[in-house]
């Protein structure tokens, strides 16, 4: 069964330092992968998705993430994060007609 | 705000009680999802609706009971419900079921079960 994990649970970063969070999944078929995010007190909203092509996905809000279909990763990243990206992120894989979520990983961002 | 609403945001339930979730998208998708959001776990996916019929049921208890009326309405009815229960309970829907496409959440629903 398809599965997704993502390494971090809890990370706190000063303003500007860079992001990278991981995310490893489990399906044996075509992937499709996603990150969404979830910010305090609002909906969980789409961040960025892989479907096929340049495995380098660019995001909203300066976001990135890079599909290594030999890892079976697509970690997030973003070179200098800001106070506003406190939030939870999750990680997710489509594959057998629904989408799989990870546990999240919370980042809190200090001024 | 993203075109699906949820009511109502917060709801406290005694064991005994029944109740309604319910889900409006306003996107013209045409499938519908139920999701549970517990601290600490994954996102567990409840039920899935594709034009109204129901494709997915991931071994909910029949304590859950959903319906969808119509493309745009879903509702999650609960009974006898117990504290385990307690969660965000997350209303999605995307343009089709089956495909790789983005899923569209509400803002939950709390339910605290006492």
């Known amino acids: 069964a398809q599965s997704v994990s993502q390494h971090n649970h809890h990370v706190i970063l000063s303003e500007a330092a860079s992001l990278e969070l991981g995310c490893n999944y489990s399906y044996g078929g075509t992937v499709n992968l996603f990150w969404y995010v979830q910010y305090p007190g609002q909906h969980l909203q789409l961040l960025l998705k892989y479907f096929s092509g340049d495995p380098l996905v660019k995001g909203i809000k300066g976001f990135e993430a890079e599909f290594i279909k030999s890892k079976f990763s697509f970690n997030l990243r973003k070179p200098s994060v800001q106070w506003s990206d406190t939030a939870e992120y999750f990680c997710a894989v489509h594959g057998y007609n629904k989408l799989i979520f990870g546990a999240g990983t919370r980042l809190a961002v200090h001024p | 705000e993203t075109g699906v609403t949820q009511t109502p945001r917060h709801l406290v339930m005694g064991m005994t009680n029944k109740k309604s979730l319910k889900c409006e998208q306003h996107?013209?998708?045409?499938?519908m999802y139920w999701y549970k959001q517990s601290a600490k776990k994954p996102l567990e996916l409840m039920f899935v609706y594709s034009l109204e019929e129901r494709v997915e049921n991931n071994s909910v208890p029949s304590r859950f009971s959903p319906e969808c009326p119509n493309s745009s309405h879903l509702f999650l009815h609960l009974h006898t419900l117990q504290p385990e229960d307690s969660a965000l309970y997350l209303c999605a829907s995307s343009q089709d079921q089956g495909k790789a496409e983005t899923q569209y959440f509400g803002p939950g629903t709390r339910l605290l079960v006492l």
């Open positions: 996107l013209g998708h045409n499938a």
